[in-house]
T-cell receptor, first 108, second 113 residues
Framework: GIQVEQSPPDLILQEGANSTLRCNFSDSVNNLQWFHQNPWGQLINLFYIPSGTKQNGRLSATTVATERYSLLYISSSQTTDSGVYFCAAARGSYIPTFGRGTSLIVHP | DAGVIQSPRHEVTEMGQEVTLRCKPI?????LFWYRQTMMRGLELLIYFNNNVPIDDSGMPEDRFSAKMPNASFSTLKIQPSEPRDSAVYFCASSSEIAYEQYFGPGTRLTVT
C-alpha cells in the first residue's frame, strides 16, 4: 500500500508565528485529507485536497500530486491550533493510509 | 447532519467483562471504519465495512474482538473478555465510498482495570 510520511514530527511555536507541515506519499493518490486532533482528542476534518490549493481562514493546503506531497500552512498561529495534525492518503479504491502525525504546541 | 455518533463516550470496566461500543455513521455513507488509538501504537485500523459487509478485519488484534454491521445505520465493536491492554480510544469513521473523505466520530475512551 501507500507509504505516508509526515514532517516534522514535533513543532513548537510562539503565538503569531507561521508554519508549514509536510506530507509525503509514495504513490499517486486520488484522496488526500488533513485532520486536526485537538487536545480533547477529537479528529476534525480540515481539508479534502487530492490536488490543488484550498484555503480556510488562517489555514491553507496545497497538494502537488505529480510530486507526491501535500503541505499544510498555518498562519498567525493561535494556542487553539495546538494538537496533532494527520494527513491520510488513498489510491484507487484502497482505504486511506494515515501518517504518524505532526504534534504542534503553540505557546502564548 | 449530526455527524458520526458513538456511544458510550467513556467506558470503565473490569478485566474479563464484555464491552460493546456503538456507532451510527453519517446517513448515506456506504463505508464504515473502526480505529483504535493509543500512545504507543498511534492510530490503527481494526476493521472496515462496505455496504454493511466486512471487507478487511486483518487489523483486529485477537479473537476477543468482533464487529458487526447489521444495517446501514448501526455498527458495534465488541470485546469479550476485555483486558487492561485493550484500554484505548476507539474511533468510528464513515465515508461515502471506501477511498473517499472520512469523517470521524468523537471516540469512546475505554479503560479496562
Amino acid at each position: 500500500g501507500i507509504q505516508v510520511e509526515q514532517s516534522p514530527p514535533d513543532l513548537i511555536l510562539q503565538e503569531g508565528a507561521n508554519s508549514t507541515l509536510r506530507c509525503n506519499f509514495s504513490d499517486s493518490v486520488n484522496n488526500l485529507q488533513w485532520f486536526h486532533q485537538n487536545p480533547w482528542g477529537q479528529l476534525i476534518n480540515l481539508f479534502y485536497i487530492p490536488s490543488g490549493t484550498k484555503q480556510n481562514g488562517r489555514l491553507s493546503a496545497t497538494t502537488v500530486a505529480t510530486e507526491r506531497y501535500s503541505l499544510l500552512y498555518i498562519s498567525s498561529s493561535q494556542t487553539t491550533d495546538s494538537g496533532v495534525y494527520f494527513c491520510a492518503a488513498a489510491r484507487g479504491s484502497y482505504i486511506p493510509t494515515f501518517g504518524r502525525g505532526t504534534s504542534l504546541i503553540v505557546h502564548p | 447532519d449530526a455527524g458520526v455518533i458513538q456511544s458510550p463516550r467513556h467506558e470503565v470496566t473490569e478485566m474479563g467483562q464484555e464491552v460493546t461500543l456503538r456507532c451510527k455513521p453519517i446517513s448515506g455513507h456506504n463505508s464504515l471504519f473502526w480505529y483504535r488509538q493509543t500512545m504507543m501504537r498511534g492510530l490503527e485500523l481494526l476493521i472496515y465495512f462496505n455496504n454493511n459487509v466486512p471487507i478487511d478485519d486483518s487489523g483486529m488484534p485477537e479473537d476477543r474482538f468482533s464487529a458487526k454491521m447489521p444495517n446501514a445505520s448501526f455498527s458495534t465493536l465488541k470485546i469479550q473478555p476485555s483486558e487492561p491492554r485493550d484500554s484505548a480510544v476507539y474511533f468510528c469513521a464513515s465515508s461515502s465510498e471506501i477511498a473517499y473523505e472520512q469523517y470521524f466520530g468523537p471516540g469512546t475512551r475505554l479503560t479496562v482495570t
